[in-house]
Protein backbone atom coordinates (compact mmCIF):
# COMPACT_ATOMS: atom_id res chain seq x y z
CA UNK A 1 0.00 0.00 0.00
CA UNK A 2 1.61 3.54 -1.15
CA UNK A 3 1.95 5.95 1.68
CA UNK A 4 0.11 8.89 1.86
CA UNK A 5 1.70 12.51 1.77
CA UNK A 6 1.80 13.93 5.74
CA UNK A 7 -0.83 16.47 4.88
CA UNK A 8 -3.45 13.50 3.61
CA UNK A 9 -2.38 11.32 6.61
CA UNK A 10 -3.21 14.03 8.82
CA UNK A 11 -6.47 14.74 6.69
CA UNK A 12 -7.26 10.96 7.26
CA UNK A 13 -6.22 10.77 10.46
CA UNK A 14 -8.60 14.22 11.58
CA UNK A 15 -11.70 12.41 9.55
CA UNK A 16 -11.62 9.16 11.51
CA UNK A 17 -11.84 10.88 15.08
CA UNK A 18 -14.72 13.09 13.11
CA UNK A 19 -16.51 10.00 12.48
CA UNK A 20 -15.72 8.40 15.87
CA UNK A 21 -17.00 11.51 18.03
CA UNK A 22 -20.15 11.81 15.55
CA UNK A 23 -20.50 7.87 16.04
CA UNK A 24 -20.45 7.99 19.65
CA UNK A 25 -23.73 10.02 19.96
CA UNK A 26 -22.16 12.98 21.53
CA UNK A 27 -25.18 14.74 23.11
CA UNK A 28 -26.18 12.14 25.04
CA UNK A 29 -22.73 10.71 25.98
CA UNK A 30 -21.89 14.03 26.99
CA UNK A 31 -25.22 14.48 28.66
CA UNK A 32 -25.08 11.31 30.58
CA UNK A 33 -20.98 11.82 31.45
CA UNK A 34 -21.89 15.19 32.89
CA UNK A 35 -24.75 14.18 35.08
CA UNK A 36 -22.59 11.55 36.35
CA UNK A 37 -19.53 13.83 37.45
CA UNK A 38 -21.64 16.42 39.00
CA UNK A 39 -23.94 13.57 41.12
CA UNK A 40 -20.29 12.21 42.22
CA UNK A 41 -19.45 16.01 43.45
CA UNK A 42 -23.01 16.50 45.29
CA UNK A 43 -22.33 12.70 46.62
CA UNK A 44 -19.22 14.41 48.36
CA UNK A 45 -16.91 12.37 46.26
CA UNK A 46 -13.20 13.71 46.28
CA UNK A 47 -11.98 15.58 42.85
CA UNK A 48 -9.82 12.47 42.25
CA UNK A 49 -13.22 10.37 43.09
CA UNK A 50 -15.04 13.28 40.88
CA UNK A 51 -12.59 12.28 37.97
CA UNK A 52 -12.84 8.07 38.29
CA UNK A 53 -16.41 8.44 37.90
CA UNK A 54 -16.40 10.88 35.06
CA UNK A 55 -14.07 8.75 32.99
CA UNK A 56 -15.46 5.91 33.70
CA UNK A 57 -19.35 6.69 32.35
CA UNK A 58 -17.00 8.25 29.60
CA UNK A 59 -15.83 4.68 28.68
CA UNK A 60 -19.09 3.17 28.83
CA UNK A 61 -21.08 5.95 26.61
CA UNK A 62 -18.24 5.65 24.06
CA UNK A 63 -18.82 1.82 23.90
CA UNK A 64 -22.60 1.80 23.74
CA UNK A 65 -22.61 4.43 21.01
CA UNK A 66 -19.67 2.96 19.54
CA UNK A 67 -21.69 -0.89 19.38
CA UNK A 68 -24.96 0.51 18.47
CA UNK A 69 -23.88 2.69 15.33
CA UNK A 70 -21.70 -0.67 14.64
CA UNK A 71 -24.20 -2.86 14.59
CA UNK A 72 -26.47 -0.71 12.92
CA UNK A 73 -24.52 0.22 10.00
CA UNK A 74 -26.45 -1.59 7.59
CA UNK A 75 -29.97 -0.89 8.88
CA UNK A 76 -29.02 2.93 9.13
CA UNK A 77 -28.14 2.64 5.48
CA UNK A 78 -30.77 1.29 4.20
CA UNK A 79 -32.66 4.33 5.50
CA UNK A 80 -30.33 6.60 4.20
CA UNK A 81 -29.07 8.19 7.61
CA UNK A 82 -26.70 10.32 6.39
CA UNK A 83 -26.06 11.70 9.90
CA UNK A 84 -24.56 8.22 11.12
CA UNK A 85 -20.89 8.57 9.86
CA UNK A 86 -20.56 4.85 9.47
CA UNK A 87 -23.66 4.59 7.14
CA UNK A 88 -22.45 7.37 5.35
CA UNK A 89 -18.75 6.14 4.90
CA UNK A 90 -16.95 9.00 7.34
CA UNK A 91 -15.89 6.11 8.89
CA UNK A 92 -15.08 2.56 8.51
CA UNK A 93 -17.24 0.33 10.60
CA UNK A 94 -13.94 -1.43 11.98
CA UNK A 95 -12.49 1.07 13.29
CA UNK A 96 -15.94 1.85 15.16
CA UNK A 97 -16.32 -1.86 16.65
CA UNK A 98 -12.61 -1.93 17.81
CA UNK A 99 -13.41 1.39 19.36
CA UNK A 100 -16.34 -0.10 20.88
CA UNK A 101 -14.37 -3.28 22.32
CA UNK A 102 -11.91 -1.25 23.84
CA UNK A 103 -13.88 1.25 25.64
CA UNK A 104 -16.15 -1.34 27.10
CA UNK A 105 -12.73 -3.03 28.19
CA UNK A 106 -11.49 -0.28 29.77
CA UNK A 107 -14.85 0.78 31.67
CA UNK A 108 -14.46 -1.70 34.27
CA UNK A 109 -11.06 -1.28 34.53
CA UNK A 110 -11.35 2.23 34.85
CA UNK A 111 -13.97 1.80 37.69
CA UNK A 112 -11.61 -0.23 39.79
CA UNK A 113 -9.30 2.68 40.95
CA UNK A 114 -12.42 3.25 43.17
CA UNK A 115 -13.60 -0.32 44.75
CA UNK A 116 -14.55 -4.03 43.12
CA UNK A 117 -18.31 -3.21 44.49
CA UNK A 118 -18.49 -0.39 42.39
CA UNK A 119 -17.09 -1.73 39.35
CA UNK A 120 -18.98 -4.47 39.43
CA UNK A 121 -22.09 -2.49 39.23
CA UNK A 122 -21.05 0.10 36.22
CA UNK A 123 -19.90 -3.30 34.43
CA UNK A 124 -23.92 -4.84 34.48
CA UNK A 125 -24.96 -1.30 33.91
CA UNK A 126 -22.45 -1.78 30.53
CA UNK A 127 -23.66 -5.28 29.94
CA UNK A 128 -27.45 -4.09 30.78
CA UNK A 129 -27.05 -1.70 27.64
CA UNK A 130 -25.03 -3.41 25.01
CA UNK A 131 -27.91 -6.20 25.62
CA UNK A 132 -30.38 -3.53 24.84
CA UNK A 133 -27.72 -2.89 21.63
CA UNK A 134 -27.89 -6.87 20.86
CA UNK A 135 -30.53 -8.53 20.76
CA UNK A 136 -33.15 -7.26 23.10
CA UNK A 137 -33.72 -4.12 20.42
CA UNK A 138 -36.36 -5.39 19.18
CA UNK A 139 -38.10 -7.18 21.85
CA UNK A 140 -41.26 -6.21 24.20
CA UNK A 141 -38.39 -6.03 27.00
CA UNK A 142 -36.58 -3.34 25.35
CA UNK A 143 -37.15 -0.86 27.85
CA UNK A 144 -35.11 -3.30 30.73
CA UNK A 145 -31.89 -2.41 29.79
CA UNK A 146 -32.72 1.11 30.07
CA UNK A 147 -34.31 0.78 33.34
CA UNK A 148 -31.23 -1.52 34.59
CA UNK A 149 -28.45 0.74 33.72
CA UNK A 150 -29.57 3.95 34.64
CA UNK A 151 -30.66 2.75 37.57
CA UNK A 152 -27.34 0.88 38.47
CA UNK A 153 -25.50 4.73 37.53
CA UNK A 154 -26.29 6.04 40.66
CA UNK A 155 -25.40 2.90 42.54
CA UNK A 156 -22.29 3.13 40.93
CA UNK A 157 -21.63 6.74 42.08
CA UNK A 158 -22.39 5.93 45.84
CA UNK A 159 -20.62 2.76 45.61
CA UNK A 160 -17.80 4.55 44.13
CA UNK A 161 -17.31 6.22 47.45
CA UNK A 162 -14.75 5.33 50.39
CA UNK A 163 -16.46 2.35 52.30
CA UNK A 164 -18.65 1.77 49.30
CA UNK A 165 -22.01 2.82 51.10
CA UNK A 166 -25.45 1.22 49.96
CA UNK A 167 -26.96 3.64 47.59
CA UNK A 168 -30.71 5.02 48.88
CA UNK A 169 -33.44 2.54 47.28
CA UNK A 170 -35.24 6.23 45.66
CA UNK A 171 -31.92 7.02 43.93
CA UNK A 172 -31.77 4.17 42.23
CA UNK A 173 -35.04 3.92 41.33
CA UNK A 174 -35.30 7.57 40.27
CA UNK A 175 -32.35 6.62 38.02
CA UNK A 176 -34.59 3.73 36.54
CA UNK A 177 -37.12 5.87 35.73
CA UNK A 178 -35.47 8.49 34.34
CA UNK A 179 -33.59 5.68 32.04
CA UNK A 180 -36.92 4.20 31.38
CA UNK A 181 -38.30 7.22 29.81
CA UNK A 182 -35.27 8.31 27.96
CA UNK A 183 -35.98 4.82 26.16
CA UNK A 184 -39.69 5.83 24.97
CA UNK A 185 -38.19 9.76 23.93
CA UNK A 186 -35.39 8.55 22.39
CA UNK A 187 -37.41 6.08 19.89
CA UNK A 188 -40.29 8.36 18.59
CA UNK A 189 -38.01 10.25 15.50
CA UNK A 190 -37.05 6.95 14.44
CA UNK A 191 -40.57 4.93 14.25
CA UNK A 192 -40.61 5.56 10.35
CA UNK A 193 -37.25 4.29 9.68
CA UNK A 194 -37.45 1.11 12.16
CA UNK A 195 -40.69 -0.22 10.84
CA UNK A 196 -38.75 -0.16 7.50
CA UNK A 197 -36.17 -2.46 8.99
CA UNK A 198 -37.96 -4.63 11.18
CA UNK A 199 -37.51 -2.77 14.90
CA UNK A 200 -40.13 -3.31 17.10
CA UNK A 201 -39.17 -2.43 20.84
CA UNK A 202 -41.71 -2.10 23.45
CA UNK A 203 -42.78 1.93 22.34
CA UNK A 204 -43.13 0.65 18.46
CA UNK A 205 -45.83 -1.90 20.14
CA UNK A 206 -47.14 1.23 22.44
CA UNK A 207 -47.28 3.21 19.53
CA UNK A 208 -46.10 7.03 19.06
CA UNK A 209 -49.19 8.73 21.39
CA UNK A 210 -48.50 6.14 23.72
CA UNK A 211 -44.78 6.49 24.12
CA UNK A 212 -44.94 10.09 24.60
CA UNK A 213 -47.31 9.06 27.64
CA UNK A 214 -45.21 6.74 28.66
CA UNK A 215 -42.02 9.17 28.66
CA UNK A 216 -43.57 12.13 30.09
CA UNK A 217 -44.71 9.67 32.75
CA UNK A 218 -41.35 8.23 33.71
CA UNK A 219 -39.89 11.37 33.50
CA UNK A 220 -41.99 12.94 35.94
CA UNK A 221 -42.15 9.83 38.18
CA UNK A 222 -38.51 10.18 38.30
CA UNK A 223 -38.44 13.57 39.68
CA UNK A 224 -40.85 12.74 41.81
CA UNK A 225 -38.94 10.32 43.60
CA UNK A 226 -35.84 12.59 43.87
CA UNK A 227 -38.19 14.62 45.74
CA UNK A 228 -40.17 12.91 48.39
CA UNK A 229 -37.65 10.12 48.52
CA UNK A 230 -34.96 11.54 51.08
CA UNK A 231 -36.07 12.12 54.22
CA UNK A 232 -37.70 15.54 55.18
CA UNK A 233 -40.60 17.48 53.58
CA UNK A 234 -40.61 18.41 49.63
CA UNK A 235 -38.38 21.68 49.62
CA UNK A 236 -39.53 24.65 47.61
CA UNK A 237 -37.08 23.81 45.12
CA UNK A 238 -38.06 20.40 44.38
CA UNK A 239 -41.59 21.47 43.79
CA UNK A 240 -40.54 23.59 41.09
CA UNK A 241 -38.25 20.86 39.79
CA UNK A 242 -41.13 18.65 39.84
CA UNK A 243 -43.28 21.47 37.73
CA UNK A 244 -40.67 21.85 35.24
CA UNK A 245 -40.64 18.12 35.21
CA UNK A 246 -43.98 18.06 33.68
CA UNK A 247 -43.97 21.13 31.68
CA UNK A 248 -40.60 20.06 29.53
CA UNK A 249 -41.78 17.11 28.10
CA UNK A 250 -44.50 18.65 26.01
CA UNK A 251 -42.55 21.20 25.39
CA UNK A 252 -40.01 18.68 23.04
CA UNK A 253 -42.77 16.94 21.44
CA UNK A 254 -44.07 20.29 19.95
CA UNK A 255 -40.55 21.61 19.25
CA UNK A 256 -39.94 17.63 17.83
CA UNK A 257 -43.02 18.37 15.66
CA UNK A 258 -41.65 21.40 14.09
CA UNK A 259 -38.37 20.24 13.48
CA UNK A 260 -40.61 17.95 11.63
CA UNK A 261 -42.46 19.84 9.80
CA UNK A 262 -39.25 21.78 8.71
CA UNK A 263 -37.72 18.62 7.47
CA UNK A 264 -35.20 18.14 9.95
CA UNK A 265 -34.96 15.19 12.87
CA UNK A 266 -37.64 15.35 15.87
CA UNK A 267 -34.83 15.18 18.55
CA UNK A 268 -36.13 17.55 20.98
CA UNK A 269 -38.21 15.24 22.72
CA UNK A 270 -34.98 13.36 23.79
CA UNK A 271 -33.30 16.47 24.25
CA UNK A 272 -36.40 17.24 26.79
CA UNK A 273 -35.30 14.19 28.94
CA UNK A 274 -31.68 15.68 29.45
CA UNK A 275 -32.77 18.87 30.83
CA UNK A 276 -34.75 16.70 33.01
CA UNK A 277 -31.81 14.98 34.18
CA UNK A 278 -29.86 17.70 35.06
CA UNK A 279 -32.76 19.53 36.73
CA UNK A 280 -32.86 16.48 38.76
CA UNK A 281 -29.34 16.35 39.54
CA UNK A 282 -29.42 19.78 40.32
CA UNK A 283 -32.06 19.59 42.63
CA UNK A 284 -30.20 16.90 44.55
CA UNK A 285 -27.10 18.57 44.92
CA UNK A 286 -28.51 21.79 45.30
CA UNK A 287 -30.44 20.25 48.00
CA UNK A 288 -27.46 18.51 49.55
CA UNK A 289 -29.63 14.81 49.65
CA UNK A 290 -27.69 13.36 47.53
CA UNK A 291 -26.87 9.85 50.01
Known amino acids: MARLPGNDQTSLMSSTVLGLVRASHPEPSVAVTAVSGLLAWGAGHSPAGVAAVTVTILASQLAVGWTNDALDAERDATVGRTDKPVAAGAVRRRTVAVGAVLAALATPLLALTTNPTAALWVTLALVSALLYDWPLKSTPVSVLPYAFSFGALPAFVVLALPGAPAPPAWLV ?22 ARTGVRGLPHRLGPAGSRIAAAGLLLAATVTLVVGPPGPPSWLGLSAVAAAAVVPPL ?13 RPVAAFRAVMVVALIDVVLLVASGRVI
Open 173 to 194: AAGACLGAGAHFANVLPDFADD
Open 252 to 264: GWYGGRAAAGAGG
